[in-house]
C-alpha cells in the first residue's frame, strides 16, 4: 500500500512538473503566432501615424481601412486562394489577393455605374464572399492550411522598407500640400486637380469623360481615377482625402510587399525580396546635382525620384505591373532546368496562373499605358531564347502572350481609341536637346563625342539600380534561364522605347521598365553574395561601409554640388550653362571622379588579396554594393528639398475657389454642367482664346461636375497635337462654344443663358474674377447664389 501511495505521489508530482511545460509551450506557440504579425502591424501604425501628423482625421483612417480589408484584400485573397494551386506563405496570399482585388474592383465598378447603383457599392464583395461561404469546395479557403512562415528578419525588412517610403511620401507629398486649401497661398501640384477630376467624373460615368469640357470623350488610361471613386463610394470618404492622403502611401506599400513576395518567388532567395524592393524604392537616380529639379533634368526625370504622388496613375499601376510580373515569371519559371532549382524555391501556382494574368493583364492595360507593352518585349525575348535553345516555344509562353497581346489590343482600340497623345516614332529625339548645335559649328568628332555622353548619362542617371544584373550577366556569359531572359528584356525595353519614341510621355517606358531590372539585379547581386561566402564579421563590416559611404555621398553632394556645378561648367562649357550639354557634366564628371575612386580601390583590394586571401574573390561583391549605394543620396536630397522648396509646377490655389466650388458640389446634382471663364492657372492672363496656359481644373475637381469649358490642356484630341509635348496651350478646338461660353459671362443676353441650360444643361455659372469681372447684367438674368469676392456662382433659372 506504501509503495502504491509512494508512487501515486510521485505521479501527482510529476504531472505538477509536467503542466507548467505545456503551459509554457502553449504559451510560446501563442507569442511565436502573434509575433509573426508584429512587422505588418508596426508597419501600419507607423503610416496611420504619418496620416494623423499630416492632419487626417482618424474616421477617415478607419474607414479606409474598412474599404481596403473588405472592398480590396478579402474578396480579391478569396479569389486568389481558389486559383493558385498551393500555399506558400500568408503575405504572399495577402499581396497577390490585394493586386487580384484591385482588379476585381475595376468590374464591379463598371457595372455598378453603368446601372446607377452606386449606393450599393459597398455590399459589391458579397457576390464573392457568399459563394466562398455556400460553396463546400469553396469554404476550404477561408483558412488555408500549409503556410510556410517568412522568416523574423525577412518580415521585419520589408515592413522597415514601407515605413521608409511612408516616411518619404510624408515629407514629400502629405506635410507638403493640404487635402483642402486653407489659406489664399495654399499650394498644390498642378496635375492633382486634373487627376481629382477624373475620380470626380469616373463616380458618375462609365466610360469617363473629359471633365473639363463636358461630353467630351475621354480616351486615356483611367483605371487609376474608377479605384479612386470605389474607394469613396466603398469607404464613404471624401475624394480629396482619398488623393491626398490615403490612396498613395497605401498603393505604395502594397507595391513594396509584392516586388519583396515576387523577387522571392521568382529567385527562390528570401533576401533577395527585400533588396529588390529597396533596389525600386531606395535606391533612385543618381544625380550630382541639388537641389534638383524637373529643368534640369530633361531625360524622362520628374523633380521627384518617386512618382508614386505626383502621377497617381502610375501609383495604380505599379501594383499591378508587379503582380502580372510575378505571374509570368511563374510559367517562365517552370522551363527551369532541373539544376538550376535551389531549396527556397516556392511551390507552383497551378493552371490558375492563366486566369490570374488574364486578369492583371486586363486591370494594367489602361492603368497605364507603357506597362503592358514592356511586358510582352520581354516575354517576347524570353520565347526567342526557347525557340534557340529548345528548337520550340512552349504553349505556355504563346498562351501567355496572347493573353497580353489581346489585353494590350483591348486598351489601345476601346479605351485609347487609337490615340498618340504625341508620341511619335523618332530614335533618340527626347536625347537630342543635349547635343543640339543650331548654329552647325560643332565638329563632327565632337557632336558624335557630346551625343556618346548624353546616353552615357542617361544610363547613369536611370539605371544604376540595375548594376547587380552585371554580374548575373556575365558569370553565365549570356546562357540565361527563360525567366531571366523575360526580366531583362522587359529591363531594356522601357528605356529602349524611351529612346526610340519622342515625348516626354515616354519617359513612363522607362519607368515601367525598373521593376523588372530590380528583381534581376537582386538576383544577380545575391548570387554574388552567396558566392562570396563572407563570414558573420565581414558581412557587418561591408553593411556599415555601405552605410557610411551612403552618408558621406549624400552630404558631399548636398554640400558640394553648387559649387561642383559652376566648376564644370566654367571649365568643361566656357561658363555658358545655355550650351546644350552643361546639363550633362555635373552628373558625367561626378561619376567619372567616383568611378575613378572605385578603380583605386579595387586595385588596392587586388593587391591586399595577394597578401590576405580572405580578401580574395570577394571584391566583385564590395563594388557593386558601392556602386548601388550611388543611387541612394538622392531620396534623401529630395526629403531635405521638400523642407524649403516647393517642386515644380506647384501653383497657388486660393480656399475661395475651392471654398466655391465645393459649395457647388453641395448645391448641384451630378448631371449638372458649370461654366466658367477660368481656363488658365497661376498668372492672370485676359480671357479669349490667346490664353498661354490652358490647365484650370479646380473648378471640375472640387465640385466634383463637369464644365462646359475649363482647361484644356489634357484633352486628348489636342494633346495629340503637341508632338510630344506633356500639354497643349493653344486655343480650344470649338471656338463657336467658346465664344457662347464667354459671352455669357462677359456680354451676356437672356438668349444665351436659355442656350447654355437648354442644349448643354448648365445650371450654374462661376466667375473667377481673377481672370475677369463678370457683367453686371448677369445678375439681372440670373440669381446670385454665392459670392466670396473671388468667386462669384450665377444661377441660371430653369
Partial sequence: MATITTGTREQDRGRHRATPRVSDKAGKSLAHRTSRFLPGIAAYLVLAGLLLLADTPVSDIARYTGYALWGVMLPGTL???????????????????????????????????????????????????????????????????????????????????????????YQDFLSKYPALSDTETSRIFADLPYMLSLAANAKNNAPLTFPQAAGEPLHYHWFSFAHMAMTSMVGHIDLPVVQSRLMVPALTALAVVLTAVVARRLTGRAWAGPLAAGLLFVVTEFSAVYPNNVDTWTMGAASVRLMYWSSQSYTYSQPLLIALMGIIGEALRRHRRPAQALPGDAPPLGRGLFALAALFALASSAAKASTLPVTLAGLALAALALLITTRRIPRTVLALGTVIALAQLFATAVIFKFETYGLRVIPLGNLAPFWGD?????????????????????VLHHHIKLAGMIPLIGRRRFTLEPLQWFLLGAAVAGPCAYLLVHGYNASYFTMAALPFGAVLSAWGFCEAFDRAALSRRAKAALAVGIVLFTVLLTYVIYRYSAGWQ????????????????????????????LAAL????????????????????????????????TGVPGVFHDALQARTNWWHGSWTLPASQV??????????????????NSHGWEWNLSHGPSSEN????????YSERSVLIEG?????????????????????????????????????????????????????????????????HLAELAEKVFDNSQVGIYQIPS
Fill in 79 to 169: 479569389l486568389f486562394r481558389a486559383l493558385r494551386r498551393h500555399p506558400h506563405n500568408l503575405v504572399e496570399d495577402l499581396a497577390f489577393g490585394a493586386a487580384t482585388g484591385l482588379a476585381l474592383e475595376l468590374a464591379a465598378w463598371y457595372v455598378l455605374v453603368s446601372l446607377g447603383a452606386q449606393p450599393l457599392a459597398t455590399a459589391w464583395p458579397l457576390l464573392v464572399v457568399i459563394p466562398f461561404l455556400v460553396v463546400p469546395g469553396l469554404r476550404r479557403h477561408w483558412r488555408p492550411r500549409g503556410y510556410t512562415a517568412a522568416s523574423v528578419g525577412w518580415s521585419w525588412s520589408v515592413s522597415g522598407l514601407v515605413m521608409f517610403t511612408g516616411a518619404y511620401l
Fill in 438 to 458: 543650331p548654329q552647325g559649328k560643332r565638329p563632327g568628332v565632337i557632336q558624335a563625342l557630346v551625343a556618346g555622353a548624353a546616353l552615357i548619362a542617361f
Fill in 566 to 593: 559652376a566648376y564644370v561648367v566654367r571649365e568643361f562649357a566656357g561658363g555658358d550653362d545655355r550650351k546644350s550639354y552643361a546639363p550633362l557634366l555635373p552628373l558625367l564628371l561626378a561619376a567619372a571622379a
Fill in 598 to 629: 572605385l578603380l583605386a580601390a579595387a586595385l588596392l583590394w587586388w593587391a591586399a588579396g595577394r597578401a590576405l586571401p580572405a580578401l580574395r574573390g570577394r571584391g566583385s561583391v564590395v563594388l557593386t554594393a558601392l556602386v548601388l549605394a
Fill in 659 to 676: 471654398d466655391a466650388a465645393r459649395w457647388v458640389r453641395a448645391h448641384s446634382g451630378p448631371q449638372d454642367v458649370l461654366a466658367t
Fill in 694 to 701: 490652358t490647365r484650370s481644373f479646380w473648378l471640375s475637381a
Fill in 712 to 776: 484644356w490642356a489634357y484633352a486628348p484630341r489636342l494633346v495629340a497635337l503637341t508632338q510630344g509635348a506633356s500639354a497643349y496651350d493653344g486655343p480650344f478646338w470649338d471656338q463657336t462654344l467658346f465664344k457662347v461660353n464667354e459671352a455669357a459671362i462677359y456680354q451676356p443676353t437672356e438668349g444665351i443663358l436659355r442656350q447654355l441650360h437648354d442644349e448643354y444643361r448648365v445650371r450654374y455659372i462661376v466667375v473667377l474674377r481673377t481672370m475677369g469681372t463678370e457683367s453686371p
